[in-house]
């Protein structure tokens, strides 16, 4: 399985961006897949989960303004960022997990993208 994230930019606060995270190999054996970042500095943290029946779960600092999704159909995963602020800057990363019927919330991931920058400037 190979992961591959796209659509990181620069963008303005209070603007929007779309990552998308494009599946293949054996994109069959995917269960949960979820996005990390990583700011400058700090930890990896996790930003939205999203189990293989569509629950969800995300950092409180992006409730409200980020969403998860997946498209079975054309193997990717996005995440729509609304009301970016500049704390938001980050490596982005896409994660997918490949052990069945492992819950979302185990945050556990077997596959890793290789990062898109989203810069939000002040």
């Known amino acids: 399985v190979q992961l591959q994230a796209s659509g990181g930019g620069l963008v303005e606060a209070g603007g929007s961006l779309r990552l998308s995270c494009a599946v293949s190999?054996?994109?069959?054996?995917?269960?949960?897949m979820g996005w990390y970042r990583q700011a400058p500095g700090k930890e990896r943290e996790l930003v939205a989960a999203?189990?293989?029946?569509?629950?969800?779960k995300y950092a409180d600092s992006v409730k409200g303004r980020f969403t998860i999704s997946r498209d079975f159909a054309r193997n990717t995963a996005t995440l729509q960022m609304n009301s970016l602020k500049p704390e938001d800057t980050a490596v982005y990363y896409c994660?997918?997990?490949?052990?069945?019927?492992?819950?979302?919330?185990?945050?556990?991931?077997?596959?890793w993208g290789q990062g898109t920058l989203v810069t939000v400037s002040s």
């Open positions: 994660a997918a997990d490949s052990v069945p019927f492992r819950s979302y919330l185990a945050r556990k991931y077997d596959y």
């Open positions: 190999g054996n994109r069959f054996s995917i269960n949960n």
């Open positions: 999203l189990s293989s029946g569509g629950r969800t």
